[in-house]
């Protein structure tokens, strides 16, 4: 009689990595290292993949010339929507207001400091660089910000990834530069900073400071997987912030800044319009209300959209 062979081991199927897609900037690569540590603490496997977008490589020309902020996102959408990579990871402030038919913003995490910083070799604050001189920055919004403090100065437009801006400072381009604080705390950057902006000086971006984590909608795997990081009251802000650049037609093309933080009456959301061709003058408008969901952070938006659009904002 033949002995019976032994039961076969049963051997668990192996785990399907989740691949992220990331810019290759020092800067992209620490944010989605940052959520690949995060997932990994969580038990699951995860995978980069680096991509360099049209973003990237277009330095010669501003964002509203050659078609906004979505240029930094789009090839990382490619990828999600060929099943190279389940999630991508954006400066939320580079995200497009409106996403593509079959995306979704899975995940808003908590936000680093939303404000502005200047940063010279020379200069301790705003008020300290000369008449006349030249500060760098190629967003919109800073510009109009920049020129309602001061209309002395010359701004000109600034491109490239953190590293880039930060040498074409050092080798004499500009008297200084601003950019956001939470990018060049991110990298340990933080000495170069010479004075932060408070936002009732300079009004943040939307967005500003906080990541979002991008899907193929559907996915619900993926967004259980990502639930844990994130965190509500950045959400609540940053879609507040968001409505109201959509509600006006948001893009980079448009200088408009949102911000929203949690006080006493709630939610309390300021903005602020100005043309990037005119006088300095800036429309703001605001609004606080206790909200408790996306739809009224996104309501609340509107009203201070509307707000905006009443005293001027086109």
Known sequence: MLASSAPEACVPPPVKPIVIATRESRLALWQAEH??????????????????????????????????????????????????????????????????????????????????????????SLDEVPQGAVVGTSSLRRTVLLKALR????????????????RKLDEGQYAAIVLAAAGLK?????????????????????????????????????????????????????AAERAVSRALGGSCSMPLAAHARTGAQGLHLAAAWGDAEGSGALVRAQAAEAVTDLAGAEALGMRVAGALRAGGAR
Do not use: Y
């Open 35 to 124: 959520v690949k540590a995060l997932l990994q603490e969580r038990g699951h496997a995860v995978e980069l993949l680096g991509m360099t977008t049209r973003g990237d490589q277009i330095l010669d020309r501003t964002l509203s010339k050659v078609g906004g902020k979505g240029l930094f996102v789009k090839e990382l959408e490619t990828a999600l929507d060929e099943g190279r990579a389940d999630i991508a990871v954006h400066s939320l402030k580079d995200v497009p207001m409106e996403l593509p038919e079959g995306f979704e913003l899975a995940c808003v995490m908590e936000r680093e400091d939303p404000r502005d910083a200047l940063v010279s070799p020379g200069h301790a």
């Open 151 to 166: 209309p002395d100065l010359r701004i000109e437009p600034l491109r490239g990834n953190l590293d880039t801006r930060l």
């Open 186 to 238: 991110r990298l340990g950057l933080e000495a170069r900073i010479r004075q932060v902006f408070e936002p009732e000086a300079m009004l943040p971006a939307a967005g500003q400071g906080a990541l979002g984590i991008e899907i193929r909608a559907g996915r619900d795997d993926l967004r259980a997987a990502l639930a844990p990081l994130a965190h509500r009251p950045t959400w609540l802000a940053t």
